[in-house]
Nanobody, 123 residues
């Protein structure tokens, strides 16, 4: 089992920045692909960004390209999501997720999930 714990959410004004962290524990493996998803009220959980186990492959949903950056530090078993130029439509609960090896944008491909951290962007 892998446990994931997100932190770093909060309330920020439009145009501001936040950095989310996701710490992995338990039977961690650096060869997990890691993803970030978000869920706004009344909407389905959607893909935001993902990174391969070594950071060599990264993917972003179109709406965050150029604003968000996903990175990881395998020595610390932690993945990050740097979010800049935040917009009100970025508001939601942000979840990190892990799956073996291969990057995926599909939430059903991920085996392990954190509890989420709330991000609220005010206009």
């Amino acid at each position: 089992q892998v446990q994931l714990h997100e932190s770093g959410g909060g309330l920020v004004q439009a145009g501001g920045s936040l950095r989310l962290s996701c710490a992995a524990s338990g039977r961690t493996s650096s060869r997990h692909a890691m993803g970030w998803f978000r869920q706004a009220p009344g909407k389905e959980r959607e893909f935001v960004a993902a990174t391969s186990w070594n950071g060599g492959i990264v993917q972003y949903t179109d709406s965050v390209k150029g604003r968000f950056t996903i990175s990881r530090d395998n020595a610390l078993n932690t993945v990050y999501l740097q979010m800049n130029s935040l917009k009100p439509e970025d508001t939601g609960v942000y979840y990190c997720a892990a799956r073996a090896l291969v990057v995926s944008v599909a939430r059903y491909d991920y085996n392990y999930w954190g509890q989420g951290t709330q991000v609220t962007v005010s206009s």
